[in-house]
């Protein structure tokens, strides 16, 4: 062996040393909680970002002002894990997908946010917008004549 190849090797051994103690240090998510009930589950939740939903909503909003979709995509998607079942953000990951043209995927948060608030008629509205992007006029009549019915000056 080569003097390199020894040095190699001794950087290989010590970064894997590393990792072996850093993998001893780790604990098993159900010794972190054992009791999950519905208000540890948040807690659970909050263990994967410091920021709380709102915050990262917010951030995402940026994110897709600035035309960085991924990056807000990414942020929804966590924000909709710590707060799951939300319409807003729901609708905002739907609404991203579009302006991404990514219409077959955005259907679905946009469906799942209305049924959690009925009464977004932007939400329709888009979904409507969607439907008729993927040639289904009349799921698009639909929808859109649900949008009107919320408010008639969409």
């Known amino acids: 062996m080569s003097i390199f190849q020894i040095l190699m090797l001794g950087a290989s051994a010590y970064f894997a040393y590393k990792i072996y103690e850093h993998v001893q240090t780790l604990q098993d998510p159900q010794e972190l909680n054992t009791d999950l009930t519905p208000n540890n589950e948040q807690q659970s939740a909050d ?9 990262l909503m917010q951030k995402a909003d940026e994110a897709r002002e600035n035309n960085d979709f991924d990056k807000a995509l990414a942020i929804y998607s ?24 990514r219409f077959d995927e955005a259907l679905e948060p946009l469906l799942e946010s209305v049924s959690y608030d009925s009464n977004n008629p932007f939400a329709y509205k888009e979904i409507s917008k969607v439907y008729e992007k993927l040639g289904d006029e009349e799921k698009a009549k639909e929808y859109h004549e649900k949008a009107i019915a919320l408010d008639e000056n969409i």
């Open 78 to 101: 966590e924000a909709n894990i710590k707060a799951p079942k939300n319409a807003e953000t729901l609708f905002k990951m739907g609404y991203t997908l579009i302006l991404q043209e």
């Open 47 to 55: 263990a994967f970002s410091l920021f709380d939903s709102s915050t």
